[in-house]
């Protein structure tokens, strides 16, 4: 089955600065990469995905690009803010499946320095 | 806005006792979906369903089951709670299989 790696696991940078997550699948049938945000005592919340046809989008200060060659896809944050810390998720769910076969990446923690 | 909620934010059952976890959304969605989140595991997906009375194992569906007898409404039952069902459960619902909705979670706890 799909396996999916996240790292780092904790990310500590400075307001204004930019945050980079990566992450690596192993199923190179996957075709479909959401990223969720999740927020302190909230459940996670989509903020941006990426299909394989694409190798990269963005969404104002949030962009992702994807590798499909070497099996990895990122999630950048440009002039972070303090309200962009919360843990990050990324999985990533094969072609034929929808949310069913998504496989979640262990989550990466962002705290944004003031 | 989608709103999905859940009937408790925190539960404390003990240990064979059938417990039940109540999802409702608000936005005629077909398709809702169970997890569990654990620390250093990530979500981890126990059931989903795509139609009213339609039902599907995910990931780790031992110990659970779910109902869904209403479209808007998505039920997770412990049949006998055990002490490694305590985590945070979360439910999601989506209108097109892609973009889930997630609620706040109930955090369970099994004495």
């Known amino acids: 089955g799909e396996n999916v790696e996240q790292h780092p696991s904790t990310l500590s940078v400075q307001e204004g600065d930019s945050a980079v997550i990566k992450c690596t699948y192993s199923d190179s049938a996957s075709n479909y990469f959401p990223w969720y945000k999740q927020e302190l005592g909230k459940g996670p919340q989509l903020i941006i995905d990426?299909?394989?046809?694409?190798g990269e989008k963005k969404d104002q200060r949030i962009a992702v690009t994807l590798n499909k060659t070497a099996k990895h896809f990122s999630l950048h944050i440009t002039e972070t803010q303090p309200e962009d810390s919360a843990v990050y998720f990324c999985a990533a769910s094969p072609a034929g499946r929808g949310a069913d076969g998504l496989t979640f990446g262990k989550g990466t923690h962002l705290i944004i320095q003031p | 806005d989608v709103k999905v909620t859940q009937s408790s934010r925190y539960l404390v059952k003990r240990t064979g006792e059938k417990v039940f976890l109540e999802c409702v959304q608000d936005?005629?969605?077909?398709?809702m979906f169970w997890y569990r989140q654990d620390p250093g595991l990530g979500l981890r997906l126990i059931y989903f369903s795509y139609d009213v009375k339609m039902k599907e194992k995910g990931d780790i569906p031992e110990g659970y089951s779910v109902s869904r007898e209403k479209k808007e409404r998505f039920s997770l039952i412990l049949e006998s709670a055990s002490t490694n069902q305590t985590s945070m459960y979360l439910c999601?619902?989506?209108?097109?299989?892609?973009?889930?909705?997630f609620g706040p979670g109930t955090r369970l706890t099994v004495t």
């Open positions: 990426i299909r394989s046809n694409v």
């Open positions: 999601a619902s989506s209108a097109n299989r892609w973009e889930q909705y």
């Open positions: 936005m005629d969605h077909e398709n």
